[in-house]
């Protein structure tokens, strides 16, 4: 999935610009996919909660591959607008396979085995850029990337399709379950082994009628709305924001401030993936030696994060960007593992698809922001989007240390999802 997603993204800014479109511009049609996944992550997520994980996996798939067929095809800024628009409604198919993993683990479990899922994730990273770098420099370069990552979509198609989901055990023992008193623990672990069976298997859910499949998800979604996780989602928005413009545009401000070919930026993106994927496996470690207090870990993360933005908008020469990349692989995968945590805590067990799906219509908010203030901040420097990402990581910080206090850690209210 990322291996071919990432021979794509960091080409994006260049193909726009390519097709004759300014800073501005290419802000403008960068921010069509973040505004499509911020309607379509919470009800892809509740979907999946309602017709099961294998169904949504599948058709989330198979409609991300047609949209980078048609990104393959685009000769036009019109062309590449409609390209996006498959995958900015069903490219979530990382979301969905989290919120499968949610439901197979217990909540101690349920950071190691975030942080390993992140590690191979990131894995995708290391040469996907290279490719994609390589492949650009000749000609037609982009739209065979895209016809690549396509191909690899319809291959994971076929992976989940083959994967014996008839098999899968859930073990609702050891799922942990925030609850009041003993009445209503013994109802919501009723109503999650439901869901958990409904979600895990390939069972005829997906085949329910339409009218209750939305009226399903539209019921989780209220339950959401009402909660008071505010916090939690204010700052995943805030870091989410400053992080992509620390990467908005990368390989055009190191062209741009050092001469850097785009193959060569393609090697430091897949120097600092291979990072980000072996921090992964540091998640467990690191737990243990905060005794599992991922608010404290987010707090630290984000500071570290905040830190290396602002010593990569100042960085004198190429050696200062490679220690920068270093580390913010390193927090950035430690921070995610930490927000997303805190989410299923908060939230409760019962509809991981949704919360998870909520998160992520959250970042696509930023999705549709941080290209504009990217764009905007081009046109007076290329260091303009990594100073603005410090200002919104500094809010973040101080969200979490005084909207955040210790006791927010343990406090748990479960969704009658």
């Not at 390993?116 to 490719?131: K, Q």
């Not at 869901?195 to 390939?202: G, I, Q, V």
């Amino acid at each position: 999935d990322l291996f071919g997603v990432s021979m794509i993204v960091p080409l994006l800014s260049h193909h726009v610009k390519s097709l004759g479109a300014s800073p501005t511009l290419a802000g403008i049609v960068g921010s069509t996919y973040g505004i499509l996944q911020l309607f379509s992550s919470t009800l892809v997520g509740s979907w999946s909660d309602v017709v099961g994980r294998r169904y949504s996996l599948l058709t989330c798939i198979l409609m991300s591959a047609l949209g980078y067929i048609l990104l393959g095809l685009s000769t036009s800024i019109v062309l590449f607008i409609v390209a996006r628009i498959p995958v900015g409604i069903f490219k979530h198919s990382l979301s969905i396979c989290r919120a499968l993993l949610s439901d197979l683990v217990s909540e101690t479990e349920r950071p190691v085995v975030m942080g390993h899922f992140n590690a191979a994730s990131s894995v995708g990273f290391i040469l996907g850029p290279v490719v994609g770098g390589y492949l650009t420099e000749h000609e037609g370069g982009f739209y065979t990337s895209s016809f690549v990552c396509s191909a690899i979509f319809v291959l994971n198609a076929g992976l989940v399709w083959m994967l014996p989901w008839n098999d899968s055990l859930i073990k609702l023992e050891q799922t942990t379950i925030p609850s009041i008193d003993s009445s209503k623990s013994a109802r919501q672990k009723y109503m999650v082994s439901n869901h958990l069976k409904e979600a895990t298997t390939s069972g005829e859910s997906h085949l329910r009628p339409v009218w209750k499949q939305v009226s399903s998800v539209l019921r989780k979604i209220s339950a959401l709305s009402s909660s008071d996780m505010w916090d939690v989602f204010l700052v995943r928005l805030l870091m989410a924001i400053a992080i992509m413009l620390y990467y908005s545009n990368f390989s055009l401000a190191l062209e741009e401030r050092f001469s850097l070919k785009p193959k060569v930026t393609g090697y430091l993106i897949s120097y600092s993936s291979t990072l980000g994927a072996l921090a992964g496996f540091l998640v467990g470690p690191v737990t243990k030696l905060y005794n599992n207090d991922m608010l404290s870990m987010l707090l630290h993360s984000s500071i570290l994060t905040c830190s290396l933005i602002f010593l990569y908008a100042t960085a004198p020469n190429v050696w200062q960007i490679l220690l920068c990349s270093t580390f913010f692989a390193i927090s950035t995968t430690i921070g995610r593992t930490c927000i997303t945590d805190l989410e299923l805590s908060r939230g409760g067990a019962q509809a991981s698809g949704t919360l998870i799906g909520a998160g992520q219509s959250v970042t696509a908010v930023g999705r549709v922001v941080a290209p504009l203030l990217s764009g905007f901040a081009q046109e007076f420097s290329p260091c303009g989007p990594p100073s603005l990402g410090v200002g919104l990581a500094l809010a973040a910080i101080l969200l979490l240390i005084f909207k955040m206090p210790p006791d927010a850690r343990v406090k748990k209210k479960s969704l009658n999802l």
